[in-house]
């Protein structure tokens, strides 16, 4: 798998700040065997040897001709694009399983009161704030990225929220945050495949598309790491 990245630059005011890699920084590399991944510390050697055992598989944004069958295309894509996340979600290459591992044992965070510091390995160390690596991941610049700017001013509240999009403990009312909850459980946590049990990060994002919020759930991502 060969990578090689380059420098993005500023089409219009509405993307400012948009995280630039140093040129020095830049490379394109072939990493073709586990044993070209590189551990600096026993953490990182524990977290590989537990990754060389886990599948990987590239996820897709979804199958257009079953949302086209099924009817919620178009909401869908009216979802993604009011919270930003055009990018994010239309990924069409595949990705390298060994990349990923690097990327996972190595992945830090470091708070301070300022600010969110991210470090993490991709070939060679790269260190971001919390804003220019969720637009790294392709959500919008305008993402809010904290979970609490949505109590505080777009009045979200949990249980009020559950209870709207519910009419049973399983059943969803709208087939579109069905399906959009689904995706989130399999394509962003990896977490359960059903809809029996919708965490937190998951409500909150249901939330922000059905308001037409430009929000990131990159928080909860890297916790999910």
């Given at each position: 798998m060969s990578v090689d990245s380059g420098c993005r630059t500023n089409v219009s005011q509405e993307k400012e700040e948009v995280p630039a890699i140093p040129r020095s920084r830049l490379c394109i590399g072939i990493m073709t065997m586990t044993e070209q991944i590189v551990?600096?510390?026993d953490y990182e050697w524990e977290a590989l040897e537990l990754l060389k055992g886990m599948g990987y598989a590239h996820a897709k944004r979804f199958e257009t001709r079953f949302?086209?069958?099924?009817?919620?295309k178009k909401d869908m894509n009216r979802a993604f694009t009011a919270t930003g996340w055009d990018d994010y979600?239309?990924?069409?290459?595949?990705?390298s399983h060994h990349l990923t591992?690097?990327?996972?044992?190595?992945l830090n965070v470091e708070e301070t009161d300022s600010e969110t510091k991210i470090y993490f390995c991709f070939f060679n160390?790269?260190?971001?704030?919390?804003?220019?690596?969720?637009?790294t991941l392709g959500f919008h610049q305008r993402c809010i990225l904290d979970h609490n700017t949505l109590v505080a001013k777009y009045h979200y509240e949990?249980?009020?929220?559950?209870?709207?999009?519910?009419?049973?403990?399983v059943s969803f009312h709208n087939p579109t945050l069905r399906f959009l909850a689904k995706w989130?459980?399999?394509?962003?946590?990896h977490s359960r495949s059903?809809?029996?049990?919708?965490?937190?990060?998951?409500?909150?994002?249901l939330y922000a598309m059905a308001n037409k919020i430009r929000f990131s759930p990159i928080r909860s991502m890297i916790a999910h790491w």
């Open positions: 551990f600096r510390n949302l086209m069958k099924m009817g919620p979600t239309d990924v069409t290459e595949p990705g591992m690097e990327f996972l044992i190595s160390e790269f260190e971001m704030t919390l804003k220019q690596f969720s637009s949990r249980y009020c929220w559950w209870s709207s999009i519910f009419d049973s403990i989130l459980a399999m394509v962003m946590h059903d809809l029996h049990l919708c965490s937190f990060p998951k409500l909150q994002c």
